[in-house]
């Protein structure tokens, strides 16, 4: 529930994203993330959700022509993540991300998971260790890999290849962790392991969320956002927007009439 | 069961749509049986030489025995005191070609990293086909540029060098397999999906870190597979080492000597008038038997590599 106690995480203010080509993908956007919260991101395909999330961790940077404006703050220390002076690699080092597809890296489960660490130049092999530990338990596969941490990570299920990702993204204790579509290749029983994991993950960090999923977002949601053709139509907790919407385009989206 | 076929009433009156279809059925299996045809004969080619290769050397090995043949320290088949022992020529091909691997493999794989995960698209158009024009200089221009350019060159660093090494060449012979090795290892580094490169940059990596730790171990079975095409191609390189290696069997392993491959010898024999059928002229098929052995060798070893660290995505 939106209380005036919760504290902000990081807020969009004004983003626009402009692809190199000049399609703006995300026009004018501003929006609240809470902190210890789920924020879900629902809209129609190609309105721009893909696109929204990952200004978060600067992922557009990595392909040239693309433009940020606008801000994304992020909070307690009031960072404009957007800066052109803030490096990318200490963003995504305080905001990690899932993917749609797991992709795992071509290496040991146990590889995959302290590959955070090892960028980050971390050499003692305890602290790795317990970390590597730490994030599989948190991510609900450490029984199923525990004996087996030397294997290839793709000798996993589809499902423990992407609870091995929410691990390895677990293991550098972000702020933030960014999930784009998580359980879209999965099947029903993985899916409601990887809502569980998301809602105790909620605990300690902050999460935003894309999903087509309707029932994943009101159940694992604290807060919704609708976006339609690249603008955030209406933004308020979960619960309110799927009861009763303000916007007929959110309530067309949310009862299946559009989208 | 044929003739009732043909004397029933309904297949004597063929549709023209139907007889469209039978048309293309005979088109396609015409062009099929081309294209079998044309398959078939790069088959047969590689059996005849075989063929050919295991026939003369059955006779060559009438005269010479194989123990002889693997443990005589000389090889001077032309010679009145003739001796056919091949591990001159073996060494002579190894070492050349380690030499060219040792020039070739880093600068092949750290060329193909670059253009693969550093080069901007400009960068990479402009110098890959500047690589492919290494590939189309015939390699007597090679040749000579490494017994005249190459070789006084290294004499400055290495008074004592010979005229004819092994070094040189060798060298060269390195230079000339780069183009090979950096651009099969560059598709197999560029098929590694966009996906696995996000995944690593999202965990705080960074270029460097992807391409080393991410990519390359992606694309091994590619990269291998580029090493194993360079260790053929040294192998098998002739002209290089003919002209600049010096042409006297040596058994040896240091690069700083002059030495005979086996290619080396292969086309001083044959450019030489020697008759038909005598031990000289046999010598050169037995030559090649090994030297196609060789080859095989590696190429098995490399597909087992490969097929160890054959990734999936
Ligand atoms: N690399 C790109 N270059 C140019 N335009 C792009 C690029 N990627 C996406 N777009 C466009 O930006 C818009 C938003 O795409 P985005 O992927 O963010 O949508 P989405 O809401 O995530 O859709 P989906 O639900 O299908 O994943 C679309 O119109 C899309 O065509
Ligand atoms: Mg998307």
Redesign the interface.
């Known amino acids: 529930m939106v209380t005036a106690t919760t504290p902000l995480k990081a807020e969009a203010r004004n983003l626009n994203f402009i692809y190199n080509g000049g399609n703006r993908a995300v026009k004018n956007l501003s929006m609240p993330l809470y902190e210890n919260k789920i924020t879900a991101l629902i809209g129609p395909s190609g309105c721009g959700k893909s696109t929204f999330l990952r200004c978060f ?1 600067r ?1 557009h940077d ?1 392909y ?1 022509g693309n433009k940020y404006e606008g801000q994304i703050v992020m909070h307690p220390d009031n960072t404009n993540i957007l800066d052109p002076a803030v490096d990318p ?1 200490e963003v ?2 305080r905001i ?2 899932v ?1 749609q ?1 797991p ?5 040991s489960i146990y590889e995959n998971v302290a ?2 660490l ?3 130049d971390i050499k003692n092999k305890r602290l790795i260790d317990e970390k590597v530990e730490e994030a599989l338990k948190g991510a609900a596969i450490w029984n199923e890999v525990k004996d087996r941490l030397q294997d290839l990570a ?1 000798n996993l299920s589809g499902g423990q290849q992407q609870r091995l ?1 929410i691990a ?2 677990l293991a ?1 204790d972000p702020e933030i962790m960014l999930f784009d579509e998580p359980t879209s290749a999965l099947d029903p029983i993985a899916t409601a392991n990887i809502e569980e994991l998301m809602s105790e993950l909620s605990n300690k960090l902050t999460i935003l969320v894309v999903t087509h999923n309707m029932q994943q977002a009101a159940r694992v949601s604290d807060y919704t956002a609708y976006m339609y053709l690249g603008e955030l139509i209406e933004y308020g907790d979960t619960d309110s927007i799927f009861t009763h919407p303000t916007r007929k385009e959110t309530e067309d989206y949310i009862t299946g009439k559009f989208g | 069961m044929a003739t009732q076929v043909l004397t029933n009433p309904v297949n004597l009156t063929i549709s023209p749509r139907l007889a469209k279809n039978i048309r293309r059925n005979i088109k396609e299996r015409v062009i099929e049986l081309i294209l079998m045809l044309a398959a078939l004969s790069a088959v047969a080619t590689t059996f005849a030489i075989v063929g050919v290769l295991l026939y003369e050397s059955l006779t060559f090995f009438k005269a010479v025995s194989l123990v002889d043949f693997f443990t005589d320290t000389q090889w001077t088949p032309l010679f009145e005191d003739a001796h056919f022992g091949i591990m001159p020529l073996v060494s002579g091909t190894l070492t050349t070609s380690a030499v060219a691997l040792a020039v070739a493999i880093p600068i092949g794989t750290i060329g193909a990293i670059y253009l693969s995960e550093f080069a901007t698209h400009k960068v990479r158009e402009t110098v890959k086909p500047i690589l492919e024009l290494l590939v189309g200089v015939p390699t007597v221009v090679f040749g000579y540029f490494a017994l005249f350019f190459v070789t006084p060159m290294l004499q400055k660093i290495f008074p004592e060098l010979p005229s004819f090494n092994m070094l040189g060449p060798g060298i060269v012979m390195g230079i000339m397999i780069i183009p090979y090795i950096s651009s099969v290892a560059e598709d197999a580094m560029r098929a590694v999906p966009m996906s696995m490169r996000e995944g690593s940059y999202a965990m705080g990596a960074t270029r460097f870190q992807t391409a080393i730790r991410v990519v390359t171990p992606a694309a091994i079975s590619g990269i291998i597979a580029a090493y194993i095409l360079g260790i053929s191609r040294a192998v098998g390189e002739t002209m290089v080492v003919a002209i600049a290696a010096g042409q006297q069997p040596n058994l040896t392993f240091n690069p700083m000597e002059s030495a005979a491959t086996i290619t080396a010898y292969i086309v001083q024999v044959a450019l030489g008038d020697l008759p038909h059928g005598s031990i000289g002229y046999q010598s050169i098929f037995a030559a090649g038997l090994v030297l196609m052995v060789m080859t095989l060798i590696f190429n098995i070893l490399g597909h087992w590599v490969r097929k160890k660290y054959r990734q999936k995505y």
């Open positions: 961790n992922m990595l040239p690699i995504r080092m990690s991300m993917f597809k992709n795992p890296f071509p290496k590959y955070g090892r960028v980050r793709f990702c390895r993204a550098t």
